[in-house]
């Protein structure tokens, strides 16, 4: 068992700068769990807290039921992994996963089951007796996490583990994690600024934002249903389109009015609306690059725009698009859905035409930015 509870924490440094405000979250036995949000949001700081680095200025944190504001680090059975891994360079890696284990005068026949335990699920067996420096980034990674894992710590805290790799080794590190989380029967509580590694890795997401969380949900709830504007810009890649717009209730139906067009709000959505009592004006609609299709001219609800920019991505295009009034949008196109035909027109200045359907539809006040269907 080890559950984390995190009740109105709240993190001031010296007289006045507030890193984290009125944090509270419930974290289940094993579950993992990610913080994300723009660097400076205070994600690294709440870490810290439940590491017991940092002090905590106000509020509690509970693992396992125990209140351990006033526990020191290493009574509080936790394990940290940081993204600079510190590592001791004069150690072999055995030693360096050995390390807690020595210090804490552990007999020599269980380090050797621990480590050599711990070397087998992370791969990394035939580098016990190198030096970290004969190590790959990807390597000292997992050498990292095995030091935490001979520890039998409850809870697993990982403050941007990836973010030294490059792209390639971090795809391959955050597959291994997936992996890994499944042999590692414990709490995660992963911080990056990332959002495709929030998505892929946490069975829900914390989304923050000066010191405040946005959002908790799973990766499907915050991409389906954002609370607020901050949350569905940040959640997705490349970042959802937003404008504002007119909202129409004509006749107990809804229609938006995107650059001159009129697109019926239908089912769920449209249900939604009226039962929120969401009334005509103004309002911030929100659409993904990929939840936008191509257009014929005349066509009911085809929105005229011009191409800036067409980024080739392989299996599809990014087109960015430029509106009459300078709004600027990125319409994503998977190329199986183009005849070569239409492909070899898609260039920068040619006017094409984009619609979308009422499903895919996202709507926020625009003084509030809340989400109107919530
Ligand atoms: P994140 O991990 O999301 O990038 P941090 O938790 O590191 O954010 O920082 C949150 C806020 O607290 C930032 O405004 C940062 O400048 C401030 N901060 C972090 N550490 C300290 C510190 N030791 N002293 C003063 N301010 C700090």
């Keep these: 068992m080890a559950s984390v509870k995190l009740t109105n924490v709240k993190k001031i440094y010296g007289k006045d700068t507030v890193a984290v405000q009125d944090f509270n979250l419930d974290i289940a036995d094993k579950e993992f769990i990610v913080f994300v949000g723009p660097s400076g949001c205070g994600k690294s700081t709440t870490l810290r807290m439940i590491a017991g680095l940092e002090d905590i200025s106000a509020g509690t944190v509970e693992i396992d039921g125990v209140v351990v504001n006033d526990l020191q680090p290493r009574d509080r059975n936790i ?22 284990l020595r210090l804490k005068n552990v007999p020599n026949d269980i380090v050797y089951q621990k480590v050599t335990e711990a070397a087998e699920i992370l791969g990394i067996t035939e580098y016990l007796t190198r030096k970290p420096r004969a190590l790959s980034g990807g390597q000292r990674q997992r050498v990292a996490i095995g030091r935490a894992m001979v520890r039998d710590s409850k809870v697993f805290l990982m403050d941007e583990p990836l973010s030294n790799l490059d792209a390639k080794l971090r795809n391959q590190m955050r597959a291994e994690i997936i992996l890994l989380r499944q042999k590692i029967d414990t709490t995660f ?4 600024h990332d959002q495709t590694e929030a998505m892929t890795l946490g069975d829900h997401i914390v989304i923050m934002k000066d010191g405040f969380i946005q959002q908790v949900g799973t990766p499907t709830e915050v991409f389906d249903m954002p609370l607020n504007l901050f949350v569905a810009e940040f959640i997705g ?39 929120n009592g969401v009334k005509s004006g103004e309002i911030i609609l929100g659409v993904r690059p990929e939840h936008f299709v191509l257009a014929h001219e005349g066509e009911e609800g085809a929105i005229p725009c011009k191409i800036v920019v067409n980024e080739m991505m392989g299996s599809e295009l990014h087109l960015h698009v430029v509106e009459d009034n300078g709004d600027k949008l990125i ?3 998977p190329t199986v859905k183009l005849d070569d035909e239409t492909r070899n027109s898609l260039v920068y200045g040619k ?3 984009v619609t979308f359907e009422s499903k895919v539809m996202h709507f926020f006040d625009t003084e509030t930015e809340r989400n109107l269907l919530v």
Excluded at 79 to 100: C, G, R
């Design 351 to 353: 006017t094409i035409y």
């Design 189 to 192: 509580i992963y911080v990056t």
């Design 237 to 275: 890649a490349p970042k959802m389109n937003t404008f504002k717009t007119q909202l129409v209730c004509e006749g107990g139906k809804y229609y938006v009015t995107p650059y001159g067009t009129k697109i019926e709000v239908t089912g769920k959505k449209a249900e939604q609306l009226a039962a």
């Design 331 to 333: 319409v994503r196109i």
């Design 79 to 100: 394990a940290m992994v940081f993204q600079n891994y510190a590592l001791y360079p004069h150690l072999s890696v055995f030693e360096n996963m050995a390390f807690s």
